[in-house]
């Protein structure tokens, strides 16, 4: 299979799935992962919509394991997951070589769901890859977020949440990758914080989406 050097994909977004074109590209080249995958709940939203590959975890340990593999040493992974399945995302992550070093989370202001509970709030890990240096400036953990509204992808992530992460995490000029890029929104937080990109999407229509918002809306240009 043709190789993808980081100098033929950064900035751009890639249609296909993200452990095949993961497999094709150079070991240690990005600068941050953050991603957020289908939390392995068969989710439906109340228009029907779904995410692809939710009823499944048949990609989760090899999806993590490329991400180690991509990341440069001593650099940080911020992955959102499924609290219900907490333990196989942990699994995944320390098969792959990650070590837990933080946890966040993102308190909303309406429920996105009910059963036992209401459920009110997101959440993310911070892994590491290596002994990474600690920020000057250390996030909270728990951080804001704002209803978007879904109106591009079924669990579209606010810019508002994301970009802090970006900032804090991503060294100036280097490249923020998700794997999962779904309608694109790290890439936009990643170009809107002066960092270089490179998104992955499975779904057709999503990808056009993410292509749509990182190439043509007017913003910063990717470094
Ligand atoms: C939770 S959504 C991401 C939503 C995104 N954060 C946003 O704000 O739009 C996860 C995305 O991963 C995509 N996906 C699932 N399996 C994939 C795979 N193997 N490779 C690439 N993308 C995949 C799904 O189509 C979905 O769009």
């Known amino acids: ?31 941050f992962i953050l991603t957020d995958p289908p939390y392995i709940c068969r989710y439906r939203d109340s228009g029907g919509r779904t995410v692809a590959n939710d ?46 070093v933080g946890h ?26 290596g002994d990474p240096e600690t920020p000057a400036a250390p ?21 508002e949440a994301l970009r802090p992460l970006v900032r804090t995490f991503c060294p100036a000029g280097g490249v923020v990758l998700d794997p999962f890029c779904g309608s694109g929104s790290t890439l936009v937080a990643a170009i809107d914080e002066g960092r270089g990109f490179l998104g992955i999407e499975l779904e057709y229509g999503h990808y056009r989406t993410a292509c749509r918002r990182a190439y043509y809306q007017p913003r910063r240009r990717a470094v």
């Open 1 to 31: 299979m043709r190789p993808l050097p980081l100098a033929t994909v950064r900035n751009t977004v890639r249609h296909g799935d993200c452990v095949q074109l993961m497999r094709r590209m150079d070991t240690a080249s990005v600068d």
């Open 55 to 100: 009823n499944n975890d048949r990609w989760l340990v090899p999806a993590y394991a490329e991400m180690f593999r991509l990341l440069k040493p001593d650099s940080l992974c911020v992955s959102f997951y499924g609290w219900h399945l907490a333990d196989r995302f942990i699994t995944a992550w320390r098969m792959a070589g990650f070590r837990l």
């Open 104 to 129: 966040l989370v993102f308190p909303k202001a309406y429920a996105s769901s009910e059963r036992f509970l209401q459920h009110r709030h997101e959440q993310a890990y911070v892994l590491a890859k």
């Open 139 to 159: 996030l909270s953990d728990v951080l804001g977020w704002a209803y978007t509204g879904n109106r591009l992808h079924p669990t579209q992530k606010p810019l």
